[in-house]
């Protein structure tokens, strides 16, 4: 699906984006690579490592839709994952925030719908289900953008999904590196909000692979949800620095005791597959979709009425060993 295609990344430059980067070199033959993002600096950087013939690096900033314009020129797929993404940032510039995961992500689907990109999928958030704070509520705004959007391509191709998955292991953000660097510094305690605190746990190769399997199984308007293992947040401390002391610290501003992927009031529009949920658009499309059978002809069956895929009530569960193992990978 991906040789002779021309792919664009938006905030290409993370974690995801390198990865995602590295992926599509080293499995299929594609025309084109973008990396769209506004840091020149990471950018520089990322060429040294990636210097193949077919990576194009392109500055610029989601905000701007003439700079989009000019980038999405001849693209048949782009991935989004362009955000601002710190909490406490976002608490204190809610309109920094708004300009980029709202304005952004709106100016991403009208660019693609009048370049004709063929597949656009946006990269979502646990936080965006049931928001507390104002990042979750921007995601959540970007969510109903990108699923609202397969409605207004009228005749032309372009088709809008999204992907939802929780923490990935390792990737700058994430609480592993902040235990990691406090064990290597020998500090006399690992600090946890809340005792009763759980996640959901993702490696950095399973998010880009999953967002690689739902841009060929999409049909537009779904959002993706991985099946993926819960752990303790004392479980992963333990797991990390056995023996060291635990410091419960409280839960911060805008911090949940546990992830949902969906909630109970959306089960009625969640369908299960064999390794992953999607939840079905709210709205009525002018064109009629299937979703019990995917583009890859997977088929599924409707979640239980009342379900809720939270990361306290999961039924599977990762243990300490697993973690490292997935820290490893």
Not at 37 to 55: G, I
Not at 200 to 228: C, H, N
Not at 310 to 324: A, V
Request: with cysteine.
């Amino acid at each position: 699906m991906f040789n002779d295609k021309s792919i664009l990344i938006t905030g290409g430059t993370g974690s995801f984006g390198k990865q995602l980067v590295k992926s599509l070199l080293n499995r299929y033959q594609p025309r084109k690579i973008i990396v769209y993002s506004r840091d020149e600096l990471k950018q520089y950087e990322m060429a040294q490592e990636f210097n193949s013939p077919v990576m194009r690096y392109f500055i610029g900033d989601v905000r701007d839709r003439d700079r989009l314009r000019l980038a999405f020129r001849d693209v048949d797929f782009v991935i989004h994952a362009a955000a601002l993404k710190q909490i406490p940032a976002a608490e204190y510039n809610p309109m920094e925030c708004i300009k980029t995961n709202i304005h952004g992500a709106n100016n991403v689907i009208d660019v693609a719908i009048e370049q004709e990109v063929e597949k656009v999928i946006a990269l979502s958030t646990d936080k965006a289900v049931n928001p507390i704070n104002l990042y979750g509520a921007t995601k959540l705004a970007a969510d109903k953008l990108f699923v609202a959007a397969n409605n207004i391509v009228g005749e032309r191709k372009t088709r809008f999904s999204v992907v939802r998955y929780g923490n990935v292991v390792g990737s700058r953000g994430s609480v592993v590196p902040l235990f990691q660097k406090l064990i290597r510094e020998k500090a006399p305690e690992i600090p946890v909000t809340d005792p009763r605190m759980t996640r959901f746990w993702i490696t950095l190769q399973q998010a880009v692979d999953l967002v690689l399997k739902s841009l060929q199984r999409m049909q537009g308007g779904e959002i993706y949800i991985p099946k993926l293992p819960s752990m303790k947040m004392t479980d992963l401390a333990e797991a990390l620095a056995p023996g060291v002391p635990i410091k419960i610290v409280g839960i911060r501003p805008g911090e949940k005791l546990h992830e949902a992927m969906f909630s109970a009031e959306s089960s009625h529009l969640a369908i299960e597959f064999d390794d992953h949920y999607i939840i079905k658009p709210t709205i009525q499309y002018t064109h009629t979709v299937d979703y019990t059978c995917n583009a890859l002809g997977e088929k599924g069956i409707p979640a239980p009425e009342g379900f809720e895929y939270s990361s306290d009530t999961n039924i599977e569960w990762l243990t300490g060993f697993q973690l490292l193992d997935m820290l490893k990978q």
